[in-house]
T-cell receptor, first 112, second 116 residues
Framework: GQSLEQPSEVTAVEGAIVQINCTYQTSGFYGLSWYQQHDGGAPTFLSY????GLEETGRFSSFLSRSDSYGYLLLQELQMKDSASYFCAVQRRRAGSYQLTFGKGTKLSVIP | EAGVVQSPRYKIIEKKQPVAFWCNPI?????LYWYLQNLGQGPELLIRYENEEAVDDSQLPKDRFSAERLKGVDSTLKIQPAELGDSAVYLC??????????????FGPGTRLTVL
């Protein structure tokens, strides 16, 4: 089987830095993605890691350690608009193609 | 460029009634996905199409759910008959090609279904 674990809720102060962790167990692992979803909105892509290390995109960074089956999303200079749910998703190879499986999500609340 | 379009945005039906959702993916995206999202959960894949072919429908409850993508563009997901437990948000997503190493998935706003 497969599983993804991420905290259900995180609260952080505006302007601060927050890290959302994700651990996974799956066969055929290929990469780890992160998606953001505001309440009532569509999930939107943030980042993707296929190799170990850190990927930086503006205020958001994502890290992957394949040997530890672990990744995280780092949000810097938090803004109120960053309040949303964040999903890690594993990409795995299945039946000759690639499948994305989402975690349950972490609800981030940014407070003044 | 227009994003993924879904309709209706909201639907309320009585149990045992049929319901259908429509999705128009981003132009040029060969791969189309239907996901189900329960409150407080992540999206769960129901079916994936490569052009008009359903290449992964292992999670689709085929006794009551069906889907089609006749011309390899827009798609319809149907539930017949609906049950109380089907209340959820149904998301459609598209990407350039699911068979490639990685392609970002673009999601529509979803259809929120309430079964009474």
């Amino acid at each position: 089987g497969q599983s993804l674990e991420q905290p259900s809720e995180v609260t952080a102060v505006e302007g601060a830095i927050v890290q959302i962790n994700c651990t996974y167990q799956t066969s055929g692992f290929y990469g780890l993605s992160w998606y953001q979803q505001h309440d009532g909105g569509a999930p939107t892509f943030l980042s993707y890691n296929a190799l170990d290390g850190l990927e930086e995109t503006g205020r958001f960074s994502s890290f992957l350690s394949r040997s530890d089956s672990y990744g995280y999303l780092l949000l810097q200079e938090l803004q109120m608009k960053d309040s949303a749910s964040y999903f890690c998703a594993v990409q795995r190879r299945r039946a000759g193609s690639y499948q994305l499986t989402f975690g349950k999500g972490t609800k981030l609340s940014v407070i003044p | 460029e227009a994003g993924v379009v879904q309709s209706p945005r909201y639907k309320i039906i009585e149990k045992k009634q049929p319901v259908a959702f429509w999705c128009n993916p981003i132009s040029g995206h060969n791969t189309l996905y239907w996901y189900l999202q329960n409150l407080g959960q992540g999206p769960e894949l129901l079916i994936r199409y490569e052009n008009e072919e359903a290449v992964d429908d292992s999670q689709l409850p085929k006794d009551r759910f069906s889907a089609e993508r006749l011309k390899g563009v827009d798609s319809t997901l149907k539930i017949q008959p609906a049950e109380l437990g089907d209340s959820a948000v149904y998301l459609c997503a598209s990407s350039l090609a699911g068979g490639s190493s990685y392609n970002e998935q673009f999601f529509g706003p979803g259809t929120r279904l309430t079964v009474l």
